[in-house]
């Protein structure tokens, strides 16, 4: 059984290019969620998605960012116009249903490493 | 809003020594806490989820605590191994909320041969 998968593991951008992780969730897995782990912080949440539909992005930038989870494929997180201040390590996580009401832990990919230059 | 607390934030100890992790949440509504390991450029395992209605849970030489009132967890390491050196993360889902995760910052753990 795969694990959560994300690609690249490391992504190089110029300043002002665009960016796109993309992230395919254990097998059975609808409920996808994106977090941001900053140097020196710890991880932050970012928006929380299940097939077809954002449910909850409070925690995604206004600006530039956007994430979508198709019918069909991956999940994909996108950054716009990147900046220096982008440079994290980003986390995609699923779970088969709730975690929350339900106790269904998420499960976490190893990270895209995305470095602006 | 909740916050999240680790203390230590690094810990060096002895092979073979028992340690405590400690984890410190200001909202006691939680639907569980889950206890991750993180190595260097990788990412998170988990360890062990305590649901709000347990006390605590077992894995192997882990065990963690879960004391919701006062809003503390303790992941305790029994036998400490070279192996275990990594950061370890806690994180809570409130209730009400969203199913977002709330992280502490970790606690880097390095046992020493």
């Known amino acids: 059984n795969a694990g959560v998968m994300q690609n690249p593991r490391h992504l190089v951008r110029r300043r002002g290019q665009e960016a796109r992780l993309r992230c395919s969730p254990v097998k059975g897995h609808s409920h996808v969620y994106w977090y941001r782990q900053l140097p020196e912080e710890g991880l932050k949440f970012m928006v929380y998605l299940q097939k077809e539909n954002i449910i909850d992005e409070s925690g995604m930038p206004k600006e530039r960012f956007s994430a979508e989870f198709p019918k069909e494929g991956p999940s994909i997180l996108r950054i716009q116009q990147v900046v220096r201040g982008d440079s994290a390590a980003y986390f995609c996580?699923?779970?088969?249903?709730?975690?929350?009401?339900?106790?269904?832990?998420?499960?976490f990919g190893d990270g895209t490493r995305l470095s602006i230059l | 809003k909740q916050e999240v607390t680790q203390i230590p934030a690094a810990l060096s100890v002895p092979e073979g020594e028992n340690l405590v992790l400690n984890c410190s949440f200001t909202?006691?509504?939680?639907?569980?806490l889950q206890w991750f390991r993180q190595d260097p450029g990788k990412g998170l395992t988990s360890l062990l989820l305590?649901?709000?209605?347990?006390r605590e849970q077992t894995s192997g030489r882990l065990n963690a605590s879960l004391d919701k009132s006062s809003g503390r967890s303790t992941l305790y390491i029994a036998a400490s191994q070279p192996g275990d050196s990594a950061t370890y993360l806690c994180a809570v889902i409130g209730v009400g909320g969203s199913e977002k995760l709330v992280f502490g910052k970790g606690t880097k753990l390095t046992v020493n041969p």
């Open positions: 909202d006691s509504a939680i639907y569980n």
């Open positions: 996580a699923s779970s088969r249903s709730l975690q929350g009401a339900n106790n269904q832990p998420q499960h």
């Open positions: 305590i649901q709000s209605s347990q």
